[in-house]
């Protein structure tokens, strides 16, 4: 193995623009990564300047560009809706990705590379809280079976390259998140960010209920992004696993609530006061999903911004950026 992260590295952030890939470019910022006195340089590229579909463009960049460390987040993504509307869309899109950019970094000579998964690679009725070993020990949830199984795939692209090469390859595997960047499109959006667009057009439009899918009992976790990247720094500063330990950690708070709660919770927030109604045709998907995020902590890392403090700067965020007409819906 090639050692651990330094200030000497060229990063390539893949998917920079995205809400996880803009915390972790800023956490890399805010830690010192982007200073050229010490050789070191912050890479990025939009979807214009670089198709990560193509594997002929991501090769042709890479040598050019010769990063020596790579963070993979960038992935097609959607809430319930959009994973049950497009599924050949979310696994062959994302399967693309994970494989132009994973193998060409690994013949490129890279040194290190973290691939972003996400919670959903775990069974649906898995063990709570959930631990990394979970993966494939039972049934997925099928409204969103097709994105985890592109996820597990770069997960276990990772793993076979450093098994069999040796390369310094890596996977964190967080909760649901949100905050700064988060996409509030009215049906392909995330089940928080949904939420908040909900309540929030109630509020601003007077009315008096506001209806929401499923049954509001499943419950789940949250992260904020920021915590996201500073986690996502930590693990490239002080984790490297060898090429038979587990190859994934969870990246989480470890607390959990119910969608119910989380409704009053973002209802609080945006100010409104009328009635919440559960439309129980609707789908929940999976009933719990708490990560085990002991290993994390082991290491030194826990999350720092509290649910009530991210949600309430996450509004007002929401509701500035609906008046400057910057919220992001695509």
Avoid at 265 to 280: L, M, S
Wanted: with cysteine.
């Amino acid at each position: 193995m090639s050692g651990l992260i330094t200030r000497a590295d060229r990063i390539f952030v893949a998917g920079h623009r995205g809400m996880a890939g803009s915390a972790i470019t800023r956490a890399l910022q805010g830690a010192g990564y982007v200073d050229p006195a010490q050789g070191g340089a912050l890479i990025t590229a939009t979807r214009a300047e670089l198709d990560l579909l193509d594997a002929v463009a991501v090769q042709r960049w890479f040598a050019e560009q010769r990063p020596t460390v790579v963070v993979l987040a960038a992935a097609k993504v959607g809430g319930i809706h959009a994973n049950s509307a497009y599924p050949a869309d979310f696994l062959l899109d994302n399967l693309k990705i994970q494989t132009n950019v994973i193998e060409t970094a690994w013949r490129a000579g890279v040194r290190r590379l973290l691939f972003l998964g996400s919670s959903c690679i775990y069974p649906k009725f898995a063990e709570q809280p959930i631990r990394e070993e979970a993966l494939l020990t039972r049934p997925l949830e099928p409204s969103n079976e097709w994105y985890a199984i592109a996820k597990i795939a770069g997960l276990k692209l990772c793993a076979a390259l450093r098994r069999q090469h040796g390369f310094d390859a890596f996977s964190l595997m967080p909760t649901n998140l949100y905050g700064p960047g988060d996409n509030y499109h009215p049906t392909n959006s995330h089940v928080l960010p949904a939420l908040i667009r909900r309540f929030h057009q109630a509020t601003e439009s007077g009315e008096t209920r506001v209806t929401c899918w499923g049954t509001g009992t499943p419950l789940r976790e949250f992260l904020h992004v920021d915590d996201l990247g500073e986690a996502c720094v930590f693990a490239l500063e002080h984790w490297q696993p060898g090429p038979e330990e587990l190859q994934h950690l969870n990246v989480g708070t470890g607390v959990d609530l119910t969608i119910a709660g989380l409704a009053e919770a973002v209802a609080a927030a945006t100010g409104f006061q009328g009635d919440i109604y559960w439309d129980r045709s609707k789908p929940d998907g999976t009933p719990r999903k708490q990560l085990d995020v002991s290993r994390m902590a082991a290491l030194g890392w826990r999350a720092r911004i509290e649910l009530a403090e991210g949600l309430a700067s996450t509004v007002a965020l929401y509701q500035q950026e609906i008046k400057t007409k910057a919220i992001r819906t695509q």
